[in-house]
């Protein structure tokens, strides 16, 4: 079992930045992936960020619409994943929920959601 405990949303003005984290707790072991996605009210839940990585590669995927503007990073040794975000957006609001893949078994595991409000 594994616990995501997520933290950072609030409410910034359009053009503004928030750091998002996300720390993993639990039956921690083996190869994990961890990445974030959003979803406002009445709209699916879309990818954000998301950070792979196994023996040799460690690589990142953005969403078409996010790419440029948010940054995903990882601390190893608290196994926690940030998300900076920047040039905030009205259209970004939404709840934003940190994931946690198990490689081994492909479990995934989500975070209980950090509310980001944007003003005008």
């Known amino acids: 079992q594994v616990q995501l405990v997520e933290s950072g949303g609030g409410l910034v003005q359009s053009g503004g930045a928030l750091r998002l984290s996300c720390a993993a707790s639990?039956?921690?072991?083996?190869?994990?992936?961890m990445g974030w996605y959003r979803q406002a009210p009445g709209k699916q839940r879309e990818l954000v960020a998301r950070?792979?990585?196994?023996?040799?590669?460690?690589?990142?995927k953005y969403g078409d619409f996010v790419k440029g503007r948010f940054t995903i990073s990882k601390d190893n040794a608290k196994n926690t994943v940030y998300m900076h975000m920047s040039s905030l957006k009205t259209e970004d609001a939404a709840v934003y929920y940190c994931s946690y893949d198990e490689a081994d078994t492909r479990k995934s595991y989500w975070g209980q959601g950090t509310q980001v409000n944007v003003s005008s």
């Open positions: 639990g039956s921690i072991f083996g190869f994990y992936n």
């Open positions: 950070m792979t990585s196994d023996t040799t590669l460690i690589s990142t």
